[in-house]
Nanobody
Framework: QVQLVESGGGLVQAGGSLTLSCVRSGGIFRNVDVAWYRQAPGKQRELVAGIRTDGRITYGESVRGRFTSSRDNAKNTIYLQMTSLKPEDTAIYFC???????????????WGPGTQVTVSS
């Protein structure tokens, strides 16, 4: 059974930094694509960063240049380094794993329970 668990969320001031982690258990990690999504109150869930099995990364337009995502196949873990945080980055952040090459814009695969990130102004 596949499970994903996020950690690292919290409260940070605008301009600050935060790093999220997500550990996946079950299945073969290196064979799946992984991603971070977020959902703010009253808004639709949006892609933050997606990493394919070959290492290609897609970033959401609103975080490009500020956030960096990576995966460590040996540790079954994905990371999201967030810098220059803004109040509009406040959301619940979810990690996701899905079969390789499925569009980031489809609901697919497994989801973690999410971790809250709050950026104060």
């Amino acid at each position: 059974q596949v499970q994903l668990v996020e950690s690292g969320g919290g409260l940070v001031q605008a301009g600050g930094s935060l790093t999220l982690s997500c550990v996946r258990s079950g299945g073969i990690f290196r064979n799946v694509d992984v991603a971070w999504y977020r959902q703010a109150p009253g808004k639709q869930r949006e892609l933050v960063a997606g990493i394919r099995t070959d290492g290609r990364i897609t970033y959401g337009e609103s975080v490009r240049g500020r956030f960096t995502s990576s995966r460590d196949n040996a540790k079954n873990t994905i990371y999201l380094q967030m810098t220059s945080l803004k109040p509009e980055d406040t959301a619940i952040y979810f990690c996701n794993s899905r079969p390789a090459r499925v569009s980031w814009y489809l609901d697919s695969g497994y989801w973690g329970p999410g971790t809250q990130v709050t950026v104060s102004s």
